[in-house]
């Protein structure tokens, strides 16, 4: 059995994470920033307690839930990257091809 303390703070861990993850798939990065900071905080706690050899199988499983939340969160934060940076690349061609038309247009 994990001792409550590690058991209190790693689900807030987890709660943090998955509000991030719904923060993220709505676009408010903002807030996820936000959370982040405390979330790093919590995590730097949270290894910081002791554990004995009984609350291992515990933890084991329960950091693999928030592993499973935090590729989750990465997954959307990635494709917010990439759609982002098609759009940039999508901007510059739209750029480079008004100025090569503007280039053009003055020679006639």
């Known amino acids: 059995?994990?001792?409550?303390?590690?058991?209190?703070?790693?689900?807030?861990?987890?709660?943090?994470?998955?509000?991030?993850?719904?923060?993220?798939?709505?676009?408010?990065?903002?807030?996820?920033?936000?959370?982040?900071r405390r979330r790093l905080e919590l995590l730097t706690n949270?290894?910081?307690?002791?554990?004995?050899?009984?609350?291992?199988d515990v933890l084991s499983e329960q950091l693999g839930a928030l592993m499973q939340a935090d590729a989750r969160l990465l997954e959307v934060a990635t494709q917010a990257?990439?759609?982002i940076a098609d759009r940039m690349s999508a901007h510059k061609r739209q750029r480079s091809g008004v100025a090569a038309y503007r280039k053009a247009s003055t020679h006639l």
Do not use: K
């Not at 949270?46 to 291992?56: D, H, K, L, V, W």
């Open 1 to 36: 059995m994990l001792n409550q303390s590690l058991a209190d703070a790693l689900g807030e861990i987890l709660s943090l994470t998955i509000a991030q993850t719904e923060a993220a798939d709505e676009g408010e990065w903002d807030q996820v920033r936000s959370m982040d």
């Open 46 to 56: 949270f290894f910081e307690m002791p554990a004995g050899p009984a609350e291992r």
């Open 81 to 83: 990257r990439n759609g």
